[in-house]
């Protein structure tokens, strides 16, 4: 693999521009000082509470997601390159399922196949011919995007249903502030703080028809139990909204209400972070007990908007990934601003048969996966590993898609042996309401903590760091 | 507020209550049960802790005898005791996470501070009485941090009359059922008048309800049963009274009735609850039995929990 493109340091003994104050700052601060704001962090985090589960680790139900100080920084005119992409992409990911659900224009061209769309499990029968308050579907959007050089952006993964990670984005800046009053004094760094506002204007303004001059907007959570609770209640707190479960909303003559101490109240817009699967018991999932029996069918009546829309699935799966580049031009007219990874279909036999030989080399993925579970990074897997994902492959070549390994671009982190570059990617968050889309500069950036690791994932030993879009 | 919302904070505070009644129970059991046995006569001490605990019918499902290594480890450590501090804490955090929206964050902060202690440096019990004194302390200490800040930073609202509502019904139910308990040592008609014995036991009474330095100020004597019974029951200036908590009751029911503009069958039953206790004295309660008082007061109380449960929490 080739040497990674390092956002700070250029081979040779230069630094990138945006990280000249921060490399000043560094060398006058001892590694003792840094060490002791390190672990002052860790107790700040820990006392707040800020913690996730990982499923099936009942040793500890609760952990902190590593957070490493050393900021993460990119130019402004980084900034703006990338959130006109971003702004292109999910205007993109909203129309295509705005035709999926209605006039399949996309579909009729030939662009995408039918088959990936119809016999895909997150494609939802309900939704077709469904109308949702300004056509939007992705309210909320999380787009992980990589760097590997100092010009482009690729997109690795869009997140169109639930994406989390956002109270890290705001609680790491927090907490860094509180940390290094003096690094923030010596840079421009664009705030954050007003996303819980702009996420509450763009749900108020998407409230169904029948709503009141004030929408109601509850944040559903399927309970405490859920890796990303914390999350959820945080959120609830800052948009000063109700945090409610499924047993707390009950739907009547098609409406929804909440179960209040005064009696029934009436809810307009959810904030849903419970998956389509478990929405509704009666359409879904039978054995769902985070749902709301009835919310569906007063869904299709148009009292209740649920953000994300329900059937998003379809525009972030694995397999349909691979022909956003198309669907970006399809809908837009535009050349995409943000990059694709190269991506082999298994499901094509061309692919297949490149893949199935270079195994070795290749990151393969379940198209239906998440969390970085179920893949296989081909230079770092055993010998015998490949060859049981070869059998599975050739079982199932429709479930998968594989990627070359990227060189992930990195940054300087501190390890136990001083500060390393290690690997990171970036979460933006890309709200978009009634009347436009809005992006908070920065995001959250995950660290693949582990040296030479590619795997950012928070189950998997990733780490976080704050992300600084300075202001010039 | 949400129905679920406002049962949480209301359990969120009856389990804190609950956790420093049990420490000051055993607190209390230790320094009788250190006094040489003549001081003390031949009640089991550890016996009567468990009644006023009301676990001792589980207790003794898993346990032969009620001696202080028992005792201590069932109210305070065992998972199998749904009401041991333990499980207090653990319900009381969990309870939290679910209503951190409502809470303010020096709240979350105790709760969630010593939901770690527990596990940091209690998951093994205690093995010394130095250590056992230690996480009695901590005990009180976090519940005198969650009253206290829910006192400084909650806003006024229901969400604060419900959790003080937890408060309150908690605590009328700790002090009845320790007068329960106790009972026949305040009996006046006994023929011994303050002997060293029930000096001891009387001490014991007022220290588990934090009373003993307040008993004193109040009646400027030596410790008298029938005073002692006046003050747990009827001094409204006492905070861990059945008068006084049922003042609180009535005064956050009124508060929450007068926020969403109606009330209901709880303002009405904690009011008659309140009312009788305004007007009786200690003789009148002695003549009629000071245990059959207390029963029924118990059972009027946990019937006031089950009509808030039924009028809001649900």
Redesign the interface.
């Known amino acids: 693999m080739a040497v990674a493109f390092d956002e700070m340091n250029i081979p040779g003994g230069d630094l990138r521009p945006a990280y000249q104050e921060l490399a000043r700052w560094l060398k006058e601060t001892p590694a003792e000082a840094l060490e002791y704001r390190r672990q002052e962090a860790e107790l700040l985090f820990?006392?707040?509470?800020i913690t996730f589960a990982v499923y099936g680790d009942s040793e500890s139900t609760e952990r902190l997601i590593p957070f490493d100080v050393i900021p993460r920084i990119m130019s402004g005119k980084e900034w703006t390159l990338l959130e006109k992409g971003l702004k292109q992409r999910v205007r993109a990911l909203n129309m295509f399922l705005r035709d999926i659900y209605h006039g399949r224009d996309i579909l009729r061209a030939e662009i995408v196949p039918d088959d990936l769309i119809f016999q895909n499990p997150v494609f939802r029968p309900e939704m077709n011919g469904q109308q949702v308050p300004h056509d939007v579907y992705v309210h909320i959007a999380g787009i992980d995007i990589v760097r590997v050089d100092a010009e482009d952006f690729i997109v690795l993964e869009d997140n169109a249903r639930t994406p989390s990670g956002v109270s890290y984005m705001l609680e790491n800046r927090e907490i860094m502030m509180r940390l290094f009053p003096d690094l923030f004094a010596r840079h421009k760094v664009a705030p954050v703080e007003r996303y819980p506002d702009e996420l509450l204007a763009a749900l108020r303004s998407v409230a169904p028809q029948s709503a009141s001059g004030e929408p109601t907007v509850a944040l559903l959570t399927p309970?405490?139990y859920n890796s990303a609770?914390y999350e959820h209640?945080?959120l609830?707190?800052k948009l000063g909204i109700?945090?409610?479960?499924g047993?707390?909303l009950i739907v009547k003559n098609n409406e929804v209400f909440?179960?209040?101490?005064?009696g029934l109240k009436r809810v307009d817009v959810i904030y849903r972070r419970v998956d389509d699967d478990f929405l509704d018991p009666l359409t879904f999932r039978p054995d769902s007990v985070l749902g709301v029996p009835g919310l569906m069918s007063a869904y299709a009546a148009g009292n209740i908007t649920l953000a994300n829309a329900v059937g998003t699935g379809i525009a972030d799966d694995k397999a349909i990934y691979s022909y956003m580049p198309d669907i970006v031009k399809f809908y837009l007219g535009e050349e995409p601003i943000l990059k694709n990874v190269p991506t082999w279909r298994c499901r094509e036999p061309k692919d297949l048969a490149y893949v199935l030989d270079n195994l070795s080399e290749l990151v393969v993925k379940e198209v239906h996966g998440s969390g970085g579970y179920g893949m296989l990074i081909g230079p770092a897997a055993t010998k015998a590993t490949i060859e049981a994902f070869r059998d599975k492959l050739k079982r199932e070549p429709e479930g998968f898609i594989a990627q070359p390994t990227l060189a992930l671009s990195t940054c300087p982190t501190c390890t136990t042996s001083g500060l390393a570059p290690r690997h990171v990617d970036l979460r933006p968050f890309v709200l978009t309401g009634s009347k436009s889309t809005t992006i908070v500069p920065g995001g959250l950036t995950r660290v693949a903590l582990k040296e030479g690791s590619l795997v950012v994932n928070s189950s998997q030993g990733g780490g976080t760091k704050d992300t600084w879009i300075l202001d010039e | 507020?949400?129905?679920?919302?406002?049962e949480n904070l209301y359990w969120l505070a009856r389990y804190v209550e609950r956790a420093e009644y049990l420490a000051r129970t055993i607190d209390a059991t230790l320094r009788v049960t250190a006094l040489p046995a003549a001081y003390i006569g031949k009640t089991n001490e550890w016996d009567s802790a468990l009644l006023t605990a009301g676990v001792a019918a589980s207790f003794y499902q898993a346990y032969e005898e009620a001696n202080e290594h028992n005792v201590v480890e069932y109210l305070s450590f065992s998972p199998n005791n749904p009401s041991s501090i333990r499980n207090c804490i653990e319900a009381a955090r969990?309870n939290s996470?679910?209503v951190?929206?409502a809470l303010t964050?020096e709240m979350?902060?105790t709760i969630?501070?010593a939901w770690?202690e527990l596990q940091a440096v209690w998951s093994k019990g205690t093995s010394t009485r130095e250590d056992l004194a230690k996480f009695l302390r901590f005990v009180q200490e976090t519940s005198l941090r969650f009253d206290g800040s829910a006192y400084r930073t909650m806003l006024r609202n229901?969400a604060y009359w419900?959790s003080r509502m937890g408060v309150h019904l908690e605590r009328a139910d700790n002090t009845a059922r320790i007068l329960d308990v106790k009972y026949h040592v305040l009996l006046p008609e006994e023929e011994h008048v303050g002997g060293p014995l029930d000096f001891y036991q009387w001490s014991s009474i007022l220290r588990s309800v934090s009373a003993l330095t307040a008993y004193h100020w109040v009646y400027r004597e030596t410790l008298k049963p029938w005073l002692i019974a006046d003050l747990l029951i009827l001094n409204d200036t006492l905070p861990r009274s059945l008068a006084s908590c049922y003042g609180n009751l009535v005064r956050n029911l009124d508060q929450?009735g007068v926020a969403?503009g109606r009330q209901g069958p709880a303002q009405r039953h904690a009011r008659g609850i309140r009312n009788r206790l305004e007007h009786s004295n200690m003789n009148d309660i002695f003549q009629h039995g000071v245990h059959e008082f207390i029963q029924e007061f118990i059972t009027d109380n946990s019937r006031l929990g089950e009509i808030i449960t039924k009028q809001?929490?649900?």
């Open positions: 820990r006392r707040i509470g309970g405490v609770y209640s945080f609830a707190d109700e945090l409610v479960e047993r707390d909440m179960r209040t101490t005064e | 507020m949400l129905s679920r919302t406002a969990l996470r679910s951190r929206t964050s979350w902060d969630n501070s770690i229901d419900f929450i969403y809001y929490l649900i």
